[in-house]
């Protein structure tokens, strides 16, 4: 969709002119696009829309931390929002840009909870490892990712953030160590130590 929308964005824009200094300068007039899309779905200004937002929406997410492809997937997800939201644009309330970075931001907050959710659902398994298999599950998985965190927040600080980069940020025992400035010795003693209180306090779900 994005890509049709976008194609021969070039060929499509239709970049308004102002006369100055005896030149002719395109003026670029998000207000006026994202209207002409709520208007009639104008491709045109859609495209010329994505050629300008496109790239600097990518390198917002990838200043904020995210991968150089997910920021570029995210970019476009966040212009074909706008293709979708235009008719909800209200430019006495805020800039097409601040509008457009806020649905970007929104979608980084989302992409960033599947994230989370999905490695809680790792801390619980590395925790039920050795547990029998349940046929018929007794708590959702949403209910026991809450159980997960909730049992996290009575780890020490030292072990929170230990499990914190380890599972739900990924990085290895070894990166672990050097981002905090300790022995990986301490790195697996404080894990051993956390998972040990998170057992004790998610047994009944296992």
């Known amino acids: 969709m994005v890509a049709a929308l976008a194609l021969r964005a070039d060929e499509m824009r239709r970049?308004?002119?102002?006369?100055?200094?005896?030149?002719?300068v395109s003026v670029f007039d998000p207000n006026a696009l994202i209207a002409a899309i709520?208007?009639?779905g104008d491709r045109a200004a859609f495209a010329e829309l994505f050629d300008h937002f496109a790239p600097r929406v990518k390198g917002i997410l990838m200043k904020a931390g995210?991968?150089?492809?997910?920021?570029?997937?995210?970019?476009?997800?966040?212009?074909?929002?706008?293709?979708?939201?235009?008719?909800l644009f209200d430019p006495g309330k805020?800039?097409?840009?601040?509008?457009?970075?806020?649905i970007a931001r929104n979608l980084r907050i989302d992409v960033?909870?599947?994230e989370t959710r999905s490695r809680l659902s790792e801390v619980y398994e590395i925790l039920d490892e050795d547990g029998p298999e349940q046929p018929d599950?007794?708590?959702?998985?949403?209910q026991r990712d809450a159980r997960v965190r909730a049992a996290m927040t009575g780890l020490s600080p030292d072990q929170y953030r230990v499990i914190e980069?380890?599972?739900?940020?990924?990085?290895?025992?070894?990166?672990?160590?050097?981002?905090?400035?300790?022995?990986?010795?301490?790195?697996?003693s404080r894990l051993r130590?956390?998972?040990s209180h998170l057992r004790g306090k998610l047994e009944d779900l296992r």
């Open 15 to 24: 970049a308004r002119t102002v006369a100055q200094r005896g030149r002719f």
């Open 38 to 40: 709520a208007r009639s």
């Open 66 to 87: 995210a991968p150089a492809d997910l920021a570029e997937d995210m970019a476009q997800e966040t212009l074909l929002a706008v293709w979708r939201k235009a008719a």
């Open 94 to 102: 805020a800039s097409a840009g601040t509008w457009i970075a806020t």
């Open 112 to 114: 960033a909870r599947r």
């Open 137 to 142: 599950d007794a708590v959702s998985g949403a």
């Open 165 to 188: 980069l380890a599972f739900l940020e990924g990085f290895t025992h070894q990166d672990v160590a050097q981002r905090l400035a300790i022995p990986l010795g301490t790195v697996k």
């Open 193 to 195: 130590l956390a998972l």
